[in-house]
């Protein structure tokens, strides 16, 4: 099962590749390092996790 600790390691590689790709994916950057910072400040993480998920893909299970 992904817990956020997985979730949270895939934030930082496409952080990363973003900023190695150049002034194009600094927005990109931006955006999932604010998705990094919400995920760690939540008390339950893997519950914002889920609760993002369902958000996102009401539908699926």
């Known amino acids: 099962m992904v817990d ?3 979730i949270e ?6 952080i990363k590749t973003a900023l190695r790709k150049g ?20 008390k339950n993480p893997n519950d914002y996790i889920k609760a993002v998920a369902v958000k996102m893909f009401p539908n699926e299970e």
């Open 23 to 42: 002034k194009k994916y600094d927005n990109l950057a931006k955006n999932y390092g604010d998705y990094l910072k919400k995920l760690r400040a939540e």
């Open 9 to 14: 390691l895939a934030q930082i590689k496409v």
């Open 4 to 6: 956020h600790k997985d």
